[in-house]
């Protein structure tokens, strides 16, 4: 079974409760979005090897550490996963990003695929799926899918709010697969909304409906 982390730093939870917010208008919600997935790149890198090399201070020589190197891939799944992508490329600059645009028939929940775009060499990459929000699952599982589909092995999945129904989806379909969380949240109501959730997170990130 893949680990399930709550990255509840204090600051994650003091942002994520003005996220949730109705009142909290698109401009902030945008740039609250963008610092919670700051600050959770800090707790998924937190393993990332290390390498020691020679560093010449103005004072000597010394053995010290460097990320040695393990190349990462962000995923983002559209539309709203979009929202999480620059505040982790603050912290890992050097990631390539590929993109899988999905949507959730309203009918069904059902996932559908419209776009995938992955780096040329996603293979050998670490790729981090990014979605706000994990809800049944269908969008994390599908997205999972559409990399193993085409090699990609190492993959995480980081979201900031999900249900406990989607994490024993995700858990259970790709039981390989780490998840990352800024919350986990009660439950879903009959419209597969996460309760208490924060709404539709793709309209209030880019102010639509
Ligand atoms: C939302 C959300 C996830 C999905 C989660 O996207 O951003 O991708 O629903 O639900 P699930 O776990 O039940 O699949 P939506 O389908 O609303 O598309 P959008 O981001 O384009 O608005
Ligand atoms: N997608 C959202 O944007 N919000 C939910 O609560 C569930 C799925």
């Known amino acids: 079974m893949g680990n399930l982390t ?19 208008n698109t401009k902030d919600f945008r740039e609250l979005v963008d610092e919670v997935a700051t600050l959770m790149a800090y707790e998924i890198t937190r393993d990332l090897p290390l390498e020691t090399v020679t560093v010449h201070t103005p004072v000597t020589s010394a ?20 929202g999480m992508v620059d505040g982790m490329l603050k912290l890992i600059p050097s990631a ?26 996603a ?7 990014i979605d706000p929000m994990l809800a049944t699952g269908g969008s994390a599982c599908a997205a999972i899918e559409a990399l193993k589909s085409r090699g990609c092995q190492q993959i995480k999945l980081m979201c900031l709010i999900a249900a406990p129904e989607g994490v024993e989806v995700v858990q259970k379909a790709h039981p390989d697969v780490d998840i990352y969380l800024a919350a986990l949240d009660e439950k879903l109501n009959d419209h597969g909304y996460i309760v208490p959730g924060l709404g539709d997170a793709g309209d209030r990130m880019f102010g639509t409906k």
């Open 6 to 24: 709550i990255c509840d730093h204090p600051l994650i939870q003091h942002k994520l409760t003005y996220i949730r917010d109705k009142d909290t």
């Open 63 to 82: 053995q010290s550490k460097v990320v040695s190197g393990r190349m990462l891939g962000l995923v983002p799944i559209l539309r709203a996963g979009l």
């Open 96 to 121: 390539k990003v590929g993109h899988i645009g999905l949507f959730r028939n309203p009918d069904t929940l059902e996932p559908v695929e419209y776009y995938v775009n992955l780096p040329s060499d």
């Open 123 to 129: 293979t050998q990459r670490l790729l981090i799926v």
